[in-house]
């Protein structure tokens, strides 16, 4: 992990009450735009699922989800919230290439070098 990801996972720690109150998905357009190109029950990996907001929506609507998080106390919120297991999981541990129909990464690329953006891609597709 580097000084950026310690920094980074510091802020969502000390504010991750702000992160897992919201009550709904806050993307929903989008997130419906996502789930219109998926096949019914469509296994789905979220990447930085916050509060478990997004995944609660892809549940409810009948999706195989597996959501992560990198902030350990946020990955514990969404499991209770989700009633399943979080993975606290960073991207650049991401092993499941081709295990997944969708992936799901609303607001949380932006932590991610640009650079290093494709070996994340690559890592799941």
Request: with cysteine; charged share 20%.
């Amino acid at each position: 992990m580097t000084g950026k990801d310690d920094e980074t996972i510091g802020f969502y720690t000390g504010n991750a009450a702000v992160y897992t109150s919201r009550e709904q998905a806050a993307d929903r357009p989008h997130l419906e735009t996502f789930l219109a190109q998926l096949q019914e029950g469509a296994s789905i990996l979220e990447l930085g699922c916050g509060g478990g907001q997004d995944s609660e929506f892809m549940l409810a609507a009948g999706f195989d989800v597996h959501p992560t998080d990198g902030t350990p106390e946020i990955a514990k919120a969404a499991q209770a919230r989700l009633g399943i297991p979080v993975a606290t999981l960073l991207f650049e541990d991401i092993n499941d290439k081709e295990r997944y129909d969708g992936v799901w990464a609303n607001a949380c690329l932006l932590h991610v070098p640009r650079a290093a953006l494709a070996g994340i891609i690559g890592r799941v597709h």
